[in-house]
């Protein structure tokens, strides 16, 4: 090795910079991170989800860990493009839900996901697997015109729900600006729910265990 790669990589051992900087490429690696959540599910939805399987308005209770890959790259003339893959792996439980489709108006896909104060009651239905599966990319980051503003400031990334820590959100503010989008979500492998949602070249689209589907133009 020549004398002045090996001042160099001493030097990044000093600073404490990741070594893909190198590369202008950031990699963020994370495991086991605490996933939990519930979400609403009613049969007059465009997508009802578990909710056609078992004929009846459903909550299920999603609690499991999430791994991911972060990856941050910084181009020539200082834009930036952010991409990530992650798995959830976790218990679904479908509990029936009381008082359902009372003053609620109907939804076009998936609804928000929340943190119950307590555990929902109900009679539980069901408890399965589940698979959660995420590839996507946002260029131009740096640019509040184009960002998906994905990123978060720990430097995890993610599309679908954040869960955990006391809220369940979704981990885009501005989803419109995501690039590129491939995501699973499975109950029980395909045969309880299935939804798929991707963006690409612009277009949304959403994707259900029944058939049901939707693209944005």
């Known amino acids: 090795m020549k004398k002045g790669l090996v001042f160099l990589f001493a030097a990044l051992l000093v600073t404490g910079l990741p070594l893909s900087a190198l590369a202008g490429t950031d990699v963020y690696h994370f495991k086991d991170e605490a996933v939990s959540f519930c979400q609403d599910y009613y049969l007059f939805d465009m997508i009802p989800g578990p909710a056609a399987e078992f004929n009846q308005d459903v909550t299920v209770c999603y609690v499991g860990t999430r791994q991911s890959t972060v990856r941050v790259k910084t181009n020539k003339d200082g834009s930036k493009d952010l991409g990530w893959n992650s798995v959830i792996h976790g218990t679904a439980t479908i509990k029936a839900l009381s008082g359902g489709g009372t003053n609620v108006m109907a939804a076009m896909t998936l609804r928000a996901p929340y943190v119950p104060a307590q555990e929902p009651s109900g009679e539980v239905l069901f408890e399965g697997n589940l698979q959660v599966e995420e590839v996507a990319q946002d260029d131009g980051i740096s640019n ?6 994905c990123l978060q400031p720990d430097n995890k990334a993610m599309f679908g729900i954040r869960g955990g820590l006391g809220y369940a959100e979704y981990g885009c503010w501005n989803p419109a600006n995501v690039d590129y989008l491939m995501h699973h ?13 991707t963006i690409k070249d612009g277009v949304h689209c959403f994707e259900d265990t029944r058939g049901t589907s939707y693209c944005s133009n």
Do not use: C, L, M
């Not at 509040?144 to 503003?149: H, N, Q, Y």
């Not at 979500?185 to 949602?197: A, D, E, H, L, M």
């Open 144 to 149: 509040p015109e184009t960002d998906g503003a």
């Open 185 to 197: 979500w499975k109950i029980n492998g395909n045969s309880v729910f299935f939804f798929k949602y």
